[in-house]
């Protein structure tokens, strides 16, 4: 079982920075996979970025390859979402998710643990 807090959101003009960070309970935390979702209003939710269990395997959604930088530390059970050069479309409610399975698996199905999320809102 993983329990797991996002901070960091916030409103940025396109072409700012943000760090989102998500706080994981549990033991196994380094075990699992870890990923960053997002929901725009009106879309479906949609895979962003993951990381194997080390953090030396990545996995990024074309819109934000080159921008965004997940990482990971397992010794503050924390995941990272370094968010660069943001543009408007980019606002979403970012959702931390950990799953067992690894960083490749997380980009093609939901996994099994969510956040509450944490709003990012770009704006023009």
């Known amino acids: 079982q993983v329990q797991l807090v996002e901070s960091g959101g916030g409103l940025v003009q396109a072409g700012g920075s943000l760090r989102l960070s998500c706080a994981a309970s549990g033991r196994t935390f380094s075990s699992y996979a870890m990923g960053w979702f997002r929901q725009a209003p009106g879309k479906e939710r949609e895979f962003v970025a993951a990381t194997n269990w080390s953090g030396r395997i990545t996995n990024y959604a074309d819109s934000v390859k080159g921008r965004f930088t997940i990482s990971r530390d397992n010794a503050k059970n924390t995941v990272y979402l370094q968010m660069n050069s943001l543009k408007p479309e980019d606002t979403a409610v970012y959702y931390c998710?950990?799953?067992?399975?690894?960083?490749?698996?997380?980009?093609?199905?939901?996994?099994?643990?969510w956040g509450q999320g944490t709003q990012v809102t770009v704006s023009s």
């Open positions: 998710a950990a799953d067992p399975t690894s960083a490749q698996a997380m980009s093609v199905r939901l996994p099994g643990y």
